[in-house]
């Protein structure tokens, strides 16, 4: 299969910095987790790497044409896809759920285009247990795309990804308002520039969704049930007794010309 993946319109960031501007990651791991693998290369990813440890790819287009992603995916995805009028927004989608795949097959020994994959009443994506078995309760994964980038993560504990493009918007605050807990809009408010303020929200935004991916919930889980730091490395401020307490999750950001931030060394 290795022609095949080579072929594949995806190209591995190869270096943080390496991320555009208008980009911002986030990804969030029960646990006392360390810094995630981030892949270098999705392709040359083995199984000889500890599939204990979480891992975290994020890719950007190679080419414009993505029709061989086609061969991984099954029939209702491909109709799906090529439904989506944008033909950008048809290589994020194709090309987050294809990786998803090329990963989680090398977890399972088994090839990319057998994996199968099925959604609960969240949403959430899950390994289907009737095709692999008891071992598809063990592996934890999450999918996030948006125009131009798109991400993974694989664990053996409960993971969340989001990746988002940063732009400036005029009711900003306005959904942060209704969206963010009381303590992240008051350090918001507080933040010194317009930019500043900008690249506060995204990672706000970026942290929550990435942290209700984990835990299944969506957004059932309720945005302003808990609060994240404003700097440094991030953490939960606040969460609710079921997912608590705050210790329990680790959490890393994807910024501007910068080198991840984890929360734990």
Wanted: charged letters at 20%; aromatic letters at 10%.
């Amino acid at each position: 299969m290795s022609h095949i993946l080579s072929a594949l319109p995806l190209r591995t960031m190869a270096e943080p910095g390496e991320m555009m501007v208008h980009h911002a990651a986030a990804w969030a791991i029960e646990g006392d987790a360390k810094m995630p693998v981030i892949l270098p290369n999705l392709l040359s990813y083995s199984n000889s790497i500890q599939t204990d440890l979480p891992i975290v790819w994020l890719g950007t287009p190679a080419s414009g044409d993505f029709s061989s992603l086609f061969h991984f995916l099954p029939d209702e995805e491909k109709v799906y896809i090529l439904r989506l009028r944008d033909r950008k927004d048809q290589w994020s989608v194709a090309s987050a759920r294809v990786a998803a795949r090329i990963l989680l097959g090398r977890h399972l020994d088994c090839p990319a285009q057998d994996i199968a994959i099925i959604r609960d009443n969240y949403g959430k994506p899950w390994l289907d247990s009737g095709r692999h078995g008891a071992i598809a309760k063990q592996i934890y994964f999450s999918i996030s795309h948006t125009r131009e980038l798109v991400a993974i993560a694989v664990g053996r504990s409960r993971v969340g990804i989001d990746v988002e493009m940063v732009r400036k918007f005029p009711d900003m605050m306005q959904v942060a308002t209704m969206q963010f807990a009381q303590e992240m809009n008051h350090d918001l408010l507080s933040a010194q520039s317009e930019a500043e303020r900008v690249e506060l929200f995204y990672r706000f935004w970026t942290l929550g969704e990435a942290f209700i991916k984990a835990t299944g919930e969506g957004i059932a889980q309720g945005l302003q049930s808990f609060a994240f730091s404003a700097c440094e490395r991030p953490a939960l401020k606040r969460v609710s007794n079921f997912w608590g307490p705050t210790d329990r999750w680790s959490f890393g950001v994807m910024r501007c010309g910068s080198l991840p931030v984890a929360s734990q060394s």
